[in-house]
């Protein structure tokens, strides 16, 4: 008897790096980025109702709409259609991870969205379907679909899984705003550099941390190019960089017991109301 009721992960992202490459002839950029999950994570429960009940989707952020514009709901229509099926679900999104914080949160929630369903109806699809499915949604959701970091190209959805162990100590800190990834990218040809922000790529064992995005980002919203200064001031930052297309700065730590001391200090010197997390990546499965 097949499960009546399962919880799927869906794990937060960051870029180690990220690269613009060019625009391409349909609007989107051509990239090179790798890719991590992170311990940050949304919880997407999926129990099947009978068939003449209306599906539903509800969430612990009463802010994040539940049209059929949600990636969740779009992700089960897209799979509904190419089974030629309808799947009766009641759905709860327990969210975590902020919107508009360039972490993947919907993306993510999408990804986990395809995966349950898969796991939930024995439909058996392998990777590649799900691939494939994924990359109608969004950019990013084919990533969610490997359980591993991942280096990307194209316009996101040419994932290259590979091998990486290392679990990186993190500090996350986003403000009381956030930003849209389209128009990140739609306005980075035309951004200037802030004199004395560092641009340049950071130098990490793992490669060379450097986002493409920050360009356009910090000379709009200058308080995360402030931030990422001080951030880099901080004797418990190893790398600070903006998290995709923002609002999210990522630090990676020093040393994951310096995290809380710096977690501290930041709250003190930019007011309480900061977001932040600390956690990890996660490594190869």
């Given amino acids: 008897m097949l499960n009546r009721k399962i ?3 869906a794990p937060a992202k960051t870029n180690l790096w ?5 625009q391409r002839e349909d609007g989107f950029h051509d990239i090179d980025t790798r890719m991590v999950a992170l311990s940050l994570a949304d919880r ?6 009978p068939e003449a009940q209306e599906t539903s989707l509800s969430c612990s952020d009463k802010t994040l709409g539940m049209g059929e514009d949600n990636l969740v709901l779009r992700a089960l229509r897209l799979i509904e259609e190419h089974c030629d099926r309808r799947f009766a679900l009641r759905m709860h999104l327990d969210k975590k991870i902020p919107i508009a914080a360039g972490l ?4 993510s929630d999408a990804a986990a969205l395809l995966k349950g369903v898969n796991q939930l109806f024995n439909l058996k699809f392998d990777q590649k379907v799900l691939s494939d499915l994924a990359a109608g949604i969004g ?3 084919p990533f969610f679909i490997h359980d591993s970091p991942c280096d990307c190209s194209g316009r996101g ?6 091998e990486f162990k290392q679990e990186l100590p993190i500090l996350l800190v986003k403000p009381g705003f956030g930003v849209s990834a389209a128009w990140a990218y739609q306005n980075r040809a035309a951004s200037i550099e802030i004199p004395g922000v560092v641009y340049a790529p950071q130098l990490c064992a793992w490669g060379e941390m450097v986002n493409d995005l920050e360009r356009p980002v910090f000379e709009k919203f200058i308080f995360l190019a402030r931030l990422k200064m001080w951030l880099l001031d901080q004797v418990e930052t190893h790398v ?3 998290s995709g297309s923002g609002s999210t700065l990522l630090v990676i730590l020093a040393a994951a017991d310096g995290g809380e001391r710096l977690q501290a200090r930041m709250k003190e010197r930019f007011g309480g109301t900061m977001w932040s997390y600390l ?5 190869s499965v």
């Fill in 44 to 49: 997407l429960t999926l129990e099947v109702i």
């Fill in 157 to 162: 959805e040419i994932v290259n899984p590979l």
């Fill in 139 to 141: 950019s990013d959701v």
């Fill in 279 to 283: 956690g990890h990546t996660l490594g």
């Fill in 18 to 22: 990220l690269r613009i490459l060019g």
């Fill in 104 to 107: 993947g949160g919907g993306s």
């Fill in 7 to 9: 919880e799927v992960t």
């Fill in 240 to 242: 600070a960089l903006l």
